[in-house]
């Protein structure tokens, strides 16, 4: 059984506000481990040594100005989340010649994309793939991939991406299924009682609520889609933007405190440390 806890290291020149979020943080977690022995037999991708966030590019169907696609929170939630990974759990990062956390960007169509064991793509409520983008994202999951999506709201950008994804995936032998509260992924490293809904720093400055489009979307969800052994393919966390609250920190304290630090880098470091061991 693998222990993912461990005290913070290596504070070097990261933001103080981070450290002592972080250092707050540990005191919380639980070092609940299941391990799962099925594979594939086909599997090629397996979790590497060292974690890099990998930002998948992608074409947006709809022109909502700048840092709303698959951009939208690169390069600070990258970063600032691998060094809460680091810093919170035994899961060493890629980093570059600085010593700086090194991530990735991959389009799905680049050669490079099975180098990655774990993808992460933001807002997927507005992506739009190419044939051959299709191809390529079905052969990297079923070969051993995973994938996380963030940050897409209501019915309209859910039917969005059940559509795009279905087309990789097709629900008939796919599924998408909701992930219940007694799996892994709530309680492998930090014990959570519920999905957290974590509205964009903006929103919550402006309004003060966390359902960012009402009614439509008044619960966080986190669904999944499993391949035919039970291996954890897609994760999506709908209704919800975590990786908007895993972003510097010294920005906005109170608004980090409330949902970062107990809320999305929590659920954040748990779906990474599943994806590493699984």
């Known amino acids: 059984m693998r222990n993912f806890i461990q005290a913070p290291h290596r504070t070097g020149s990261r933001r103080w506000t981070l450290l002592g979020a972080l250092l707050a943080l540990a005191n919380f977690a639980q070092a609940a481990q299941q391990e799962d022995d099925a594979q594939t037999p086909e ?3 397996r979790p590497g040594e060292r974690f890099t966030f990998c930002t998948v590019e992608y074409t947006s169907e709809s022109d909502s100005g700048p840092n709303a696609g698959w951009n939208a929170h690169f390069p600070f939630a990258g970063h600032d989340f691998m060094l809460a990974l680091e810093t919170l759990t035994t899961i060493d990062i890629d980093r570059d010649e600085r010593n700086a956390p090194k991530q990735a960007i991959v389009k799905l169509t680049d050669d490079t ?12 409520g507005s ?74 720093a903006d929103y919550w400055d402006e309004n003060r609520t966390t359902s960012e489009m009402g009614e439509d979307s008044k619960a966080a969800h986190l669904r999944g889609i499993h391949d035919k052994n039970g291996r954890l393919l897609v994760v999506m966390s709908h209704n919800t933007a975590l990786a908007d609250a895993w972003r510097r920190p010294g920005d906005d304290p109170e608004y980090f405190m409330e949902f970062g630090h107990r809320k999305a880098i929590p659920i954040g470091i748990n779906i990474a440390a599943y994806a590493m061991t699984h």
């Open 43 to 45: 599997r090629e991708i």
């Open 113 to 124: 994309l099975s180098d990655y064991h774990h993808l992460f793509l933001s807002h997927p």
């Open 127 to 200: 992506a739009s793939f190419t044939e051959e983008e299709i191809k390529s994202l079905r052969d990297y999951l079923l070969a051993g991939g995973f994938l996380h999506v963030d940050d897409f709201w209501g019915s309209e950008q859910w039917k969005h991406w059940e559509k795009e994804i279905g087309r990789a995936l097709p629900p008939a032998q796919y599924p998408i299924t909701d992930i219940p509260l007694d799996h892994p992924l709530f309680n492998i490293v930090f014990r959570m009682d519920h999905m957290p809904q974590v509205p964009g």
